[in-house]
Every structure is written in C-alpha cells, then in structure tokens.
C-alpha cells in the first residue's frame, strides 16, 4: 500500500451532510378514516442532511404507504420523516429530511425508496464495480468505506498487506513464521539494520503497511526515529514491536535502548529487567488484541510503559502484575504501536504446544495495521 498516507484514495468512508433534488410521493388516498394508503408518482425539492446521504440529484421510484394525520387535502403542509434508502450499491443509509409536498399531503412516516446514481457507504460519486474486482488496487472497488480489504483464505489477516520487518532474526529457528505470514497472502521483506546506516527513510518505509521491529542491531539515528515517527502519526500505519533477545539476563540494556529508539516518538519505552521465566501472560479479554487468547508462551521479557502519554494507550496482557502487553493509538487519528514485552512469538519452532500464538499474530496484525485499508476500521 505504497503511499496510502500521502494519497487520497479514490473511495472511502465518510459522513457528513448532502443536499440534493429528491423524489417525494403523492398520490391518490383512499379511505375517509383510518389510515390511507397512497400510491403514485411525484417530484419535489427539500433538504436532507444526515449521515453518508449522497450529494446530487436523482429521481427516486417510491412504492409504499403513508401514514397520515390531520386533513390529507391540506396544501402547503410541511413533511418531516425518516427515508431508509437503498441505493444502486445495495447499501442502506438512514437520513432525516424536512420538504415541501407539491400534492399537500401531511406525512410523518418511514418511506422505502430505491433510486441510484451514488454510493451511500462510501464516498459519494463511489462506483461499485461487477463482479467486485480481487485486487489490491488503492480503490474501494465494492464501495463499502474500506479500501483493499481482501482476505480470500478466511485467515482473518488481509491479504493486500506490505508487512516490513527490521533487524534479524532470533536465535531460534523462525523461517516459518515469516513463511507463514506470507501463507496468510501478506507480503513480508525484512531488512538488516547492521552495517546498513540511514537505511529508514521515509521512502522507505513508504513501502509498507505495517513494520515489525525484531532484533534490530543497533540504534536508530535521529532521522530514523522521525522517519518511524511520521510513519505512524501522520501517514496513520502500524508497528509491532519485540524484546528479549539479548543473552545476557543481568544486562539487557544495549537491547532495550536500541528498541527504545523506536519508540520514543510515542512517548512508549521498554523499562527494567527480564522478567516472568516460562509463563503464561494473563489476558484482558476486553481488548480486541486479546480477545480469545489464553494460551501464549512468555519468556524472559521486558516491561512495556508508556511514559508520554501522547495518544490513547492500553495494557492487554500482563505477567506477575506487570504490563507484558501495550497497545498505543496516536493522537490527531493516526496510526497504532503494539509493544509487546517478549520475543519467542516469532519462535514457531516454540508455537507447538501453545494454543493461541498464532491467533494472537492475527489479532495483532488486524489491530495494528491500518484502520482505512484492508478491513473495516474497527
């Protein structure tokens, strides 16, 4: 999703007020008391503002039943109701509108109408196309406010996803984890930061959706850590990050301050020694990233705080009362940080034996990626 954040993607979901030329009903009523039934075909002007109401002019078909009080031969009267109305997309939409009657009838009612020429569940002017094109194309091609959002394997992670990965692997064998992010239709590419100076730029990192920190080698510079900052704030992606691959369980700072570099546009850090040895993390299964997990291995890791409070910050999974788990939204509707306090969920020569670890990438990586590309924001 190359540039998703400096671009305006052609369809996607919006709000907000439209006015247009509306098709209103009169008719012929039968009955002198009770409640009559009309049918028929008119034209009128009014306003409408609501929700998602599409901006233009159209002529709407009106089959259905009024609902009237007072004298249904007033003329110049006043209507006010609630249109439930589909459009050529399928999709409905709910609006309040206030018009004139040209035939002087009194409504307060629900009317169905069909009518076309926009979408009402995505940006007006959205064409939906037929059959809905499978491509991860930057378009909403089935113009439901959410661009890309392709997941043909049911695996519950898109498949239109770049997923960038930086710093080396773990000591333990994991060649089948990225493989497996892959088997999920996600594209993955990882990147050695040793000996490679400068190498995160923002043109570089506008390659991907969505950028896992792994054992990264060294700290960032200074433009590199402004380079993951607009990433994430202003272009709105995501990043997931790990910790504890250090040997050395009495000094894991050289580790823990090149991660730190990271994170540090968000105000986020790793903070203190290992902790919690060959445990299971406890769950809030309120949270949507922890939802359904229970069974996930833990393994000497460190603390993740939040010590900005720059954004929306939540504690998902903790380890003997401390946070092992930390999902950060930014401010101003940018992008997300998962800051998770172990690194053996990259392991999956370790994933036999525990449950839900790869559960939990999915959760992970729906949560974290970008909210208007490749799902429904949630």
């Known amino acids: ?48 503002t609501g929700t998602s109401e599409p901006t233009g002019s159209g002529s709407d078909s009106v089959t259905g039943t009024t609902s009237t009080s007072g004298d249904p031969s007033s003329s110049g009267e006043t209507t006010q109701g609630i249109d439930s109305t589909t459009d050529m997309t ?57 661009i890309d959002n ?4 049911k695996d519950g992670i898109c ?35 040793l000996n490679n100076p400068g190498v995160i730029t923002p043109a570089f990192l506008d390659q991907y959706d969505l950028v896992l920190v792994d054992r990264i080698e060294r700290q960032l510079s200074a433009e590199e850590t402004a380079a993951i900052g607009a990433f994430v704030k202003k272009d709105g ?19 823990v301050d090149r991660a730190n570099t990271t994170l540090s546009p968000f105000g986020l850090a790793y903070q203190g020694g290992y902790f919690g040895n060959g445990v299971i993390p406890t769950f809030d299964q309120k949270h949507p990233i922890a939802m359904g997990i229970f069974d996930v291995n833990f393994a000497g890791g460190v603390m993740p705080v939040d010590n900005g409070k720059q954004g929306v910050s939540a504690i998902f999974a903790t380890v003997e009362g401390k946070s092992a788990g930390l999902a950060h939204q930014t401010a101003m509707e940018g992008g997300r940080v998962i800051v998770w306090g172990d690194e053996w969920l990259t392991f999956d020569s370790d994933w036999q034996g525990y449950a839900d670890v790869q559960k939990f990438w999915v959760n992970m990586v729906s949560w974290a990626k970008p909210q208007d590309f490749c799902g429904v924001p949630q």
Request: hydrophobic share 20%.
């Open 237 to 255: 992606r995501g990043m997931i990050t790990l910790i504890g691959y250090n040997f050395d369980n009495n000094n894991p700072v050289p580790e």
């Open 150 to 153: 392709i997941d043909a394997g």
């Open 90 to 146: 399928g999709g409905t939409s709910t609006s309040t509108s206030t018009s004139t009657s040209t035939s002087g009838d009194t409504s307060t009612g629900g009317d169905t109408s069909t009518g076309g020429g926009s979408s009402t569940t995505g940006e007006p002017g959205c064409v939906k196309s037929e059959p809905v094109e499978v491509t991860c194309d930057l378009i909403d091609n089935d113009c439901d406010g959410s």
């Open 1 to 48: 999703m190359a540039g998703l954040g400096l671009m305006a993607a052609a369809c996607t979901s919006g709000g907000g007020e439209g006015s247009g030329s509306t098709s209103d009903t009169t008719g012929t009523s039968s009955g002198s008391t009770g409640t009559p039934t009309t049918s028929g075909t008119g034209t009128g002007t009014g306003t409408g």
């Open 159 to 193: 498949d239109c996803l770049n997923i960038g990965i930086l710093g080396n692997s773990g000591f333990a064998p994991n060649a089948n984890f990225e493989a497996w992010l892959e088997d999920q239709g996600t594209s993955v590419k990882r990147t050695l930061l």
